[in-house]
T-cell receptor
Framework: SQELEQSPQSLIVQEGKNLTINCTSS?????LYWYKQKYGEGLIFLMM?????EEKSHEKITAKLDEKKQQSSLHITASQPSHAGIYLC??????????FGTGTSLTVIP | ETGVTQSPTHLIKTRGQQVTLRCSSQ?????VSWYQQALGQGPQFIFQ???????GRGNFPPRFSGLQFPNYSSELNVNALELDDSALYLC?????????????FGQGTRLTVV
């Protein structure tokens, strides 16, 4: 089983629509990262959330961390084709390990 | 551009062979982590190197090994290649081997085992 489950697995939206991606951890979260990956390429760091209730925004992307629920959400407002890609959440784990979520593939239709 | 470079970008190997992948970390970063990403899946943590020592390992067999050099660049070696080793291999460098530290990723090496 995956330690970090993302939902939905894939998403197709019309340009201009809002969308939310969720990441749920089966273990205590010490920090939560969001990355974006263009197909077959490296990962681009988006945001890091460290404390429960923390919320960060960058351009039209907002991420929140609910530590009690061991969950984070990524919200994109007024989506654009440039937002298309795979969104991955990640978390530090004991023993200097790092786990990624299952990924959410986003397609934005112009 | 993250400053993390990986080589080669693509590689085709035969089952049973050995392969070495290389990663140059971002300037000033002393920690390198390696990940395996199979098609359609999230990256899986292989191991992390901090100041030339392995200091964290995921659930990968011993035939996956690594090195980190004094300049903090790194190699990932895979022996006795299997078809399931076909994947995108990503390396990431960070300033320190601590939690809540941003990691910068390279573009990856696409390994195909035939």
């Amino acid at each position: 089983s995956q330690e970090l489950e993302q939902s939905p697995q894939s998403l197709i939206v019309q340009e201009g629509k809002n969308l939310t991606i969720n990441c749920t951890s089966s273990k205590t979260l010490y920090g939560l990262y969001w990355y974006k990956q263009k197909y077959g390429e490296g990962l681009i760091f988006l945001m890091m959330l460290q404390k429960g209730g923390e919320e960060k925004s960058h351009e039209k992307i907002t991420a929140k961390l609910d530590e009690k629920k061991q969950q984070s959400s990524l919200h994109i407002t007024a989506s654009q084709p440039s937002h298309a890609g795979i969104y991955l959440c990640g978390a530090d784990r004991p023993g200097n390990q790092f786990y990624f979520g299952t990924g959410t593939s986003l397609t934005v239709i112009p | 551009e993250t400053g993390v470079t990986q080589s080669p970008t693509h590689l085709i190997k035969t089952r049973g062979q050995q392969v070495t992948l290389r990663c140059s970390s971002q300037s000033g970063h002393n920690t390198v982590s390696w990940y395996q990403q199979a098609l359609g899946q999230g990256p899986q943590f292989i191991f992390q190197y901090y100041r030339e020592e392995e200091n964290g390992r995921g659930n990968f067999p011993p035939r996956f090994s690594g090195l980190q050099f004094p300049n903090y660049s790194s190699e990932l070696n895979v022996n006795a290649l299997e078809l399931d080793d076909s994947a995108l291999y990503l390396c990431a460098s960070s300033l320190e081997a601590t939690v809540n530290t941003e990691a910068f990723f390279g573009q990856g090496t696409r390994l195909t085992v035939v």
